[in-house]
C-alpha cells in the first residue's frame, strides 16, 4: 500500500503565493510520475502538472508560467510552487501517483486533497 500525503494548502490573497508538498510513503518499488489535480466545486477535477521520474513536466494551460512543480526522488517528495494565484485557482488539490509496487505490476494513488482558497 502506498500513502499521499499532501500539505501546504490554505487561504491567500490573490496575487500570493502557496507551496504544496506530497510526500509518498509505503511498500513500492519505483514512482514512475507524480502529479497534481484540481477541483474546483461543479467542476471536472483537471491537471495541474505531473512530472516524470527524470524530471520532466507537463504543466497545464491555465497554470503555465505561473505554477513549478518539482520534485526530491530521494525523498519520495513533489513540489508545487504557485504564484501569482488567482481566484480562479481555488479548488481542492490532488497528489497523484504512478507507482510500480511489483515487477511489471503498476498502480496508481490518490492524496486526500489539500484546498486551496484565493480570495479577492
Known amino acids: 500500500q502506498v500513502q499521499l500525503v499532501e500539505s501546504g494548502g490554505g487561504l491567500v490573497q490573490s496575487g500570493g503565493s502557496l507551496n504544496l508538498s506530497c510526500a509518498a510513503s509505503?511498500?513500492?518499488?519505483?514512482?514512475?510520475?507524480m502529479g497534481w489535480y484540481r477541483q474546483a466545486p461543479g467542476k471536472q477535477r483537471e491537471l495541474v502538472a505531473f512530472?516524470?521520474?527524470?524530471?520532466?513536466?507537463i504543466y497545464g494551460d491555465s497554470v503555465k508560467g505561473r505554477f513549478t512543480m518539482s520534485r526530491d526522488n530521494a525523498k519520495n517528495t513533489v513540489y508545487l510552487q504557485m504564484n501569482s494565484l488567482k481566484p480562479e485557482d481555488t479548488a481542492v488539490y490532488y497528489c497523484?501517483?504512478?507507482?510500480?509496487?511489483?515487477?511489471?505490476?503498476?498502480?496508481?494513488?490518490w492524496g486526500q486533497g489539500t484546498q486551496v482558497t484565493v480570495s479577492s
Open positions: 512530472i516524470s521520474s527524470g524530471g520532466s513536466t
Open positions: 497523484n501517483a504512478g507507482v510500480t509496487v511489483a515487477y511489471a505490476k503498476a498502480q496508481e494513488y
Open positions: 509505503g511498500r513500492f518499488l519505483s514512482i514512475y510520475r
